[in-house]
């Protein structure tokens, strides 16, 4: 079982739409959690990160997060064509520091 | 400020020749990353540095070597390429420690062949 998993998509969704995205890991000593964002032939840039179960809001993106469930997740609200990307889950190692990345759900979002 | 930058951009190399991946911040942290990226692999960790003058291994160490040459620059090397190496190679720093934020240079297109 990989550490931490996404379905790699690609998730279309149609302009104004909610898009879902969902990570799995499976440290359950795990404290830190981060959604990165890449574009086509880009680096990956952060868009999120969650610390504490529950949810955490920034502008049209919410995380959430369910240590018991060993889940993570986020929510594009409104979603635009300029939200087309990749993203990439991405989780601390038990040792501190280290991120185990999923391999990264494709999002195209239609006009 | 450049943030993170990586030398050089795209590279050719024929198998068993070897290279020097540079990478360079300018935010003062003190952790830096080598990752290489495939499709539908995700990016896996090759090596890192958690503070000047120290480094370990991530997932994917074979083949390569690593220096971290001050708090600023950490290079990444291939003795003896091969065709599997072909791949994006991300650098990444962070201040250090389990909440910090990673930040990615542009990466290098690395074709083996």
């Known amino acids: 079982q990989k550490e931490v998993e996404q379905n790699s998509g690609p998730l279309s969704v149609p302009e104004g739409a909610i898009a879902s995205l969902n990570c799995t890991y499976s440290?359950?000593?795990?404290?830190?959690f981060f959604w990165y964002r890449q574009y086509s032939g880009k680096s990956p840039e952060l868009i999120m990160s969650i610390y504490s179960n529950g949810d955490k809001e920034d502008g049209r993106f919410t995380a959430q997060l369910n240590k018991a469930s060993q889940y993570v997740s986020l929510l594009i609200r409104d979603s635009q064509p300029s939200d087309s990307a990749t993203y990439l889950c991405?989780?601390?190692?038990?040792?501190?520091?280290?991120?185990?990345f999923g391999q990264g759900t494709e999002l195209s979002v239609k006009p | 400020n450049a943030g993170v930058t990586q030398t050089p951009k795209f590279q050719v190399l024929k198998t068993g020749q070897s290279m020097t991946l540079q990478c360079a911040q300018d935010m003062n942290h003190n952790s830096m990353y080598w990752y290489r990226q495939d499709p539908g692999m995700g990016l896996r960790l090759i090596y890192y540095?958690?503070?000047?003058?120290?480094?370990d291994k991530g997932e994917v160490p074979n083949g390569y070597n690593v220096s971290r040459l001050n708090k600023r620059e950490f290079s990444l090397r291939l003795e003896s390429a091969a065709p599997s190496q072909t791949s994006v190679y991300f650098c990444a720093s962070s201040e250090g420690g389990g909440r910090d934020t990673q930040y990615f240079g542009p990466g290098t297109r690395l074709t083996v062949l």
């Open positions: 440290d359950r000593g795990s404290q830190s």
């Open positions: 991405a989780v601390t190692s038990y040792q501190g520091g280290k991120l185990i």
């Open positions: 540095s958690a503070s000047e003058g120290t480094t």
